[in-house]
C-alpha cells in the first residue's frame, strides 16, 4: 500500500531487495484483493499513441490521473534490445488518491513489439484483458484493467513490470528527478529514469477532475533535487490540497511549433504535435497550463517572429475549447545570461509576454516573468532562485512558481468567444 515519502524510501528498499521478495510480495498482495468493489471495472483498452489521432486514454467513470511521465524520446542506444528478462521498478509521486489504480504503458518509441508478462501496483498484480502478460505493438500504448488497490494522495507509488521481451528502442522519460530501479536476475541498481510507464490514473468518486501542464524543462524540473517533488507541479499540487489530480507533462527541450531536430530525439515531439496524446486523452482533465515557448525563442533553431509562438499558443487554447477544457498559460521567463541569450531573441521572449498579458491568447495567464525576474536587471532571473545556469531554477525558484499559481485561476471555467 503506497505510504508518504517519508516512508517511501523504507518500502523501496524493502521491495527492491530482490526477486525472490518481490514474488513473495506479489503473492500476498493477491490474498489482500478483496471482492467487495463498488461498481464493475471496465477492461483494458488499446490505441494509437501518438502518430495516429489519438482515441482517449480513459473510460467513462470516476477516473482521473494521478501521475503522468510525458514519453520524451527512445532510450540511447545502450538500451537499443531493451530489457529483456529485466525487472522495472518505477517508483512515482501521485497528487490525488482513489481506491483503485489503472496503468498506461507506452511503445510509442518503439520499432518492434513490448511483451510484459507481470506488473504490479504496489504489488497487486495488474491485468491487461483479464491477462497476467500483454504486447503492447510498436508505436502504441496500452490501458490495464483496474487494480482494487488503495492509492494515498501525495505519496510515492511502485509500478513494477518485467519484460522477457523488451521492445525496442525503449521509451522513456530521462531525468525524472525521481529515483526507480532496475534488476536483473543478479543485482538490482539505481536509475533516475521512467521507463515504458506514462501514466497512472485513480478511481476517486469525490474529485472534480485534473490540472494538466503541458511543458519544457521548467516544468519538468530540471536542477531541482532528486527526490524532493520539488517540481512547480508537485508544488502546485500542495496548493490545491490533493484534491484534483496534477499531471505533468513537461519534457525537457520541448517547443510550441517544432518537433525536435536532435538525433536522440530528446526535446520530444512539439506541444502541437503531441497535445491530443497529452493533455487531451488524460483522465478527467479539467484545466490545461501551458508552459511552453522559451525553447521556440533560445534553442537553434531560433523563432524569431513573436507572431508566429502566439500564433501557436492560441491553436492550443482553441483545442482546449472544443473538448470543454479551462486554458491557463504560463509568461516566459528571463534567460538572460545562458549561452543563447541575445537581445533580439530577448525582444522575442518580451513580445510573447505582452500578448499573454493582453488577453488575447489564454483563458487567464499566471506570471511567471514577474515573479522570479530580478528587480534590478529584469531580464535575468533573480540570484536566488537561479539553479546557476541562468535559465532553469532551484527548489526555491520552483517553490515560487507553484505558489503563483492561485487555485480559483485553474479551476474556472474556459471564455467563450474569440480572443
Known sequence: MPMPRRQGHTLLIALVAGTAALAAAVAFGTSLVTSTRRAPLAEAQAHPAAR?????????GTWVVTWTGAPASPEPPNSADGYPGHTIRNT?????????ARITLSNLFGTTPLVVDQATVATRPVTFGGLGTVTVAAGRQVVSDPVAVPVA?????LVTLRTPYGGRPVTHHPNAHQTSHLADATRTWPTTAWRYLTAVDVRNDTAPGAIVVIGDSLTAGTASSTDTDSRWPDVLSD?????????????AGNRVLRDSTNPTGAGGMSGIHRFDRDVLSVAGARTVIVALGINDVQQAPQETDA????????SLTDRAHAHGLRVVGATLTPFRGYATWTPARNDVRRAVNAQIRAGHVFDDYVDFDRAVRDPYAPDRIRPAYDSGDRLHFNDAGYRVLGRLVDPATVTGAPKTGAF
Do not use: C, E, F, W
Open 92 to 100: 512515482v509521486h501521485t497528487s490525488i488518491g482513489g481506491d483503485a
Open 52 to 60: 495516429q489521432p489519438a482515441a482517449p486514454a480513459h473510460s467513462s
Open 307 to 314: 507572431r508566429r509562438i502566439v500564433a501557436g499558443l492560441r
Open 153 to 157: 494522495p501525495d505519496s510515492d507509488l
Open 239 to 251: 496548493r490545491l490540497g490533493h484534491r484534483y489530480g496534477v499531471a505533468n507533462q513537461g519534457i
